[in-house]
């Protein structure tokens, strides 16, 4: 079956550590994205990659930082310098950027940092 | 500055009747109109999409209007079903650049 895997689905981490979340893909996709969702607030763009050993910064990507080594690998580090680091943390792939092309999502991971 | 706009943070509608969700827009450059179904602690899963040339897409029980002139765009659930009951997310994008995504309706389906 294709799909993205997220692990773990919960984390607990304590305030001021650095904490990596997992993202694989075997939908062959080429971009790939991190969201967050806070309540009321929809789903909000971290980073995204268009191919391997590229990425870009979305619209709140300070406090994190992503790398692109492997087409089906984007694993996401929020560091201790992200404020408010608790949140749902949804991985999303897709054939390309735009294009009409859908995003499949992974079933998210939830962070509570204490 | 809020591309995607859900307006209405929730509804509530009873069984059998239509839900209608709505979503407006602000770039006149979008092209591509997505609707994702979204349950507690899980991912979003895509629900229906519509180009810019149409104006309306039909997948069963869901239906998807688009007014350009009005930046506007629906969605239409008939008949609602308890299982309905999740947040529903709009997005937008261009033909080159990423998914724009609303902050989502949450829908309840009340017997």
């Known amino acids: 079956d294709g799909g993205i895997t997220q692990s773990p689905k919960y984390l607990f981490r304590k305030e001021g550590q650095n904490v990596t979340l997992s993202c694989e893909q075997n939908?062959?996709?080429?971009?790939m994205y991190w969201y967050r969702q806070d309540p009321g607030q929809g789903l909000r763009l971290i980073y995204y990659?268009?191919?391997?050993?590229?990425?870009q910064k979305g619209d709140i990507a300070e406090g994190y930082s992503v790398s692109r080594e492997k087409k089906e690998s984007f694993p996401l580090t929020v560091t201790s310098a992200q404020k408010n680091p608790t949140a749902f943390y949804l991985c999303?792939?897709?054939?390309?950027?735009?294009?009409?092309?859908?995003?499949?999502f992974g079933n998210g991971t939830r962070l509570t940092v204490t | 500055d809020q591309q995607v706009k859900q307006n209405s943070p929730s509804l509530s509608v009873q069984e059998g009747r239509i839900s209608i969700l709505n979503c407006d827009y602000t770039?006149?450059?979008?092209?591509?109109f997505l609707w994702y179904k979204k349950y507690p602690a899980e991912g979003p899963t895509f629900l229906i999409s519509?180009?810019?040339?149409?104006d309306k897409n039909e997948d069963g029980r869901f239906t998807v209007f688009l007014n350009k002139s009005a930046k506007h765009l629906s969605l239409h659930i008939v008949p609602s079903q308890p299982g309905d009951s999740a947040v529903y997310f709009c997005?937008?994008?261009?033909?080159?650049?990423?998914?724009?995504f609303g902050t989502g309706t949450r829908l309840q389906v009340f017997p």
């Open positions: 999303a792939s897709s054939i390309r950027t735009g294009g009409h092309s859908p995003l499949h």
């Open positions: 939908l062959n996709h080429d971009a």
């Open positions: 990659s268009q191919i391997v050993n590229d990425f």
């Open positions: 770039n006149s450059m979008f092209d591509y």
């Open positions: 519509i180009s810019s040339i149409k």
């Open positions: 997005a937008a994008s261009t033909n080159t650049d990423k998914l724009i």
